[in-house]
């Protein structure tokens, strides 16, 4: 068993991460887990929130939006709808972005955009919280 544990976090655009780490902490969509080498294989899906990787004394955050885990023999991979590095983040932008989307709900008639803003309004609260 290797003293360390293989990560790999993937969204659409690019790979955000990949490398030898001591620990990952993930937001699973039945509740949060963490990950050490070792750890008996599973998948499950993400919800929005923090991934924590630790290594030593180092710890990076990064945000994802929604996605999946994949733990096997050879790691953990995470597969993100979207992934944010916090490291340097600048929460201004989205806190535009989330009065805007405020605003549009409000005036908002058709419930499938109601639907779609609701939820972009939800990952912007969780992203500005995380931040």
């Known amino acids: 068993m290797?003293?360390?544990?293989?990560?790999?976090?993937?969204?659409?655009?690019?790979?955000?991460f990949s490398g030898e780490v001591d620990q990952v902490d993930a937001p699973g969509s039945e509740g949060q887990f963490g990950v050490l080498p070792g750890h008996a294989p599973f998948m499950t899906t993400l919800k929005a929130g923090v991934v924590e990787v630790f290594e030593g004394d180092a710890r990076t955050r990064l945000f994802v939006r929604s996605g999946f885990a994949d733990v096997t023999p050879q790691g953990l991979t995470v597969l993100a709808e979207e992934a944010i590095n916090l490291d340097g983040f600048d929460a201004s932008a989205s806190k535009t972005a989330l009065a805007e989307a405020q605003d549009a709900l409000i005036a908002a008639e058709d419930d499938h955009e109601k639907e779609h803003l609701t939820e972009t309004i939800t990952y912007l609260e969780a992203l500005i919280a995380a931040a």
């Not at 290797?2 to 955000?16: A, G, I, N, W």
């Open 2 to 16: 290797s003293d360390k544990l293989h990560f790999s976090l993937v969204s659409p655009e690019r790979e955000l």
